[in-house]
Structure formats: structure tokens, C-alpha cells
């Protein structure tokens, strides 16, 4: 089965500075990679995606990059606000089935 | 267009008591997935249907926990007996697709449990 690996586990950062969260994955049949946020006592809710035939994506203040060579993803959120403080989750997939890193708790400290 | 729904949303039981969940994916999403997730970690899966057939359930632990996918739309989820590593947040979430490219798995608001 696919393993997903992400980290940093916790990450803290000032209002306005970048974040960055990394995940990589073992199954080459992987093709389409989400990135969730999850708020307390919510779902995971979709923030951006990107598949395997695409190297970058970006929305607005977020970005997320792939390397299928190295097999690992990343995520990038610029100018960090308040409101992005929440648990990240990277996921792998091939057909319909999902495979989720351990999540990345972001704090942007106002 | 209405979102995932999942009742209860908290339930708190004894250990080896039974409990079950309920979710109603969004209207014609043809894939239902049950997730596990424990304080801390990501979304672990415990169960996937396709239509009302199940397509993946290596993970789910047979000997208590069970689901069932009525008529391809509704889904529940019941676990018995209930054990204390049990508790965590059950998520349910739905996919349009039927095999082929992947899409986004829209997610409902969980159902936390706690066994005591």
C-alpha cells in the first residue's frame, strides 16, 4: 500500500511569513495529490490539488509543488494570516483511494 | 448542494457497549468512504464502497466493527463491542468518481467518540 509521510508535525510562524509543509510517498502509481485543512471539530475541508501530469499549482496566497522523481510534495502558503491557523493534511491517490500524512498543525502568531 | 451529513455528533459509551454512525454522502457521489482518525494523526481508512459494493476493507476490524452501504447511498457504521482505543473522530466523506481519475473526497464533521 502507499505510505505518506509529512513534516513538520508543528509549525509556528509570524503573520505575513511563509509557510511550508512537506510530504513524500512510496507508491510511483499515485496520481493526484490534495491538501486539506482541518479546523477544531470540523472535516477535512479541500484547499488545493494537484495531479501528476503538473508540476505547480498555485490559488492565490497557495502553492503547492511536485516532484515525481523524488516523490514528494509540498505545500506553500504565503503571507500567513490568522485564519490559517488549523491542522494540514497532504494525501495521495490513485484511483479513489486516499492515503493521508499525519497532519501539520500551523499556528500564525498575529 | 447540501454537504456530507453525519449524525451523532458526539457520543460518549462504555467499553463493550455498541454504537453505531450514520452518513448521508452528497447526492450522486457514487463512492463512500468511512475514516478513522485518532487525536493527532490523519484519516485513517476503514472502509470504502462503490455504489453499495465495497471496494476496500483491509483495515476495518471485522471482528467488531461492521457497515453497510443501503441501496447505494446511505451508510452506516457500527461498532460492537466497543473498546477503549475506539475513541476517536469517524469521518465520513464522498467522491463522484467511480474509478478512473481521482477527485476530491468531500468530508462530513465527523462523529467523535469516547469510550470510557
Known amino acids: 500500500g502507499e505510505n505518506v509521510e509529512q513534516h513538520p508535525s508543528t509549525l509556528s510562524v509570524q503573520e505575513g511569513d511563509s509557510a511550508v509543509i512537506k510530504c513524500t510517498y512510496s507508491d510511483s502509481a499515485s496520481n493526484y495529490f490534495p491538501w486539506y485543512k482541518q479546523e477544531l471539530g470540523k472535516g477535512p475541508q479541500l484547499i488545493i490539488d494537484i495531479r501528476s501530469n503538473v508540476g505547480e499549482k498555485k490559488d492565490q496566497r497557495i502553492a503547492v509543488t511536485l516532484n515525481k522523481t523524488a516523490k514528494h510534495f509540498s505545500l506553500h502558503i504565503t503571507e500567513t494570516q490568522p485564519e490559517d491557523s488549523a491542522v494540514y493534511f497532504c494525501?495521495?491517490?490513485?484511483?479513489?483511494?486516499?492515503?493521508f500524512g499525519t497532519g501539520t498543525s500551523l499556528t500564525v502568531i498575529p | 448542494e447540501a454537504g456530507v451529513a453525519q449524525s451523532p455528533r458526539y457520543k460518549i459509551i462504555e467499553k463493550r457497549q455498541s454504537v453505531a454512525f450514520w452518513c448521508n454522502p452528497i447526492?450522486?457521489?457514487?463512492?463512500l468512504y468511512w475514516y478513522q482518525q485518532i487525536l493527532g494523526q490523519g484519516p485513517k481508512l476503514l472502509i470504502q464502497?462503490?455504489?453499495?459494493?465495497?471496494?476496500?476493507d483491509s483495515q476495518l476490524p471485522k471482528d467488531r466493527f461492521s457497515a453497510e452501504r443501503l441501496k447505494g447511498v446511505d451508510s452506516t457504521l457500527k461498532i460492537q463491542p466497543a473498546k477503549l482505543e475506539d475513541s476517536a473522530v469517524y469521518l465520513c466523506?464522498?467522491?463522484?468518481?467511480?474509478?478512473?481519475?481521482?477527485?476530491?473526497?468531500?468530508f462530513g464533521q465527523g462523529t467523535r467518540l469516547t469510550v470510557v
Open positions: 494525501a495521495a491517490s490513485k484511483g479513489n483511494q486516499f492515503y
Open positions: 466523506a464522498s467522491s463522484p468518481r467511480v474509478g478512473g481519475m481521482a477527485t476530491e473526497a468531500f
Open positions: 447526492s450522486g457521489h457514487a463512492t
Open positions: 464502497f462503490q455504489n453499495n459494493g465495497v471496494v476496500d
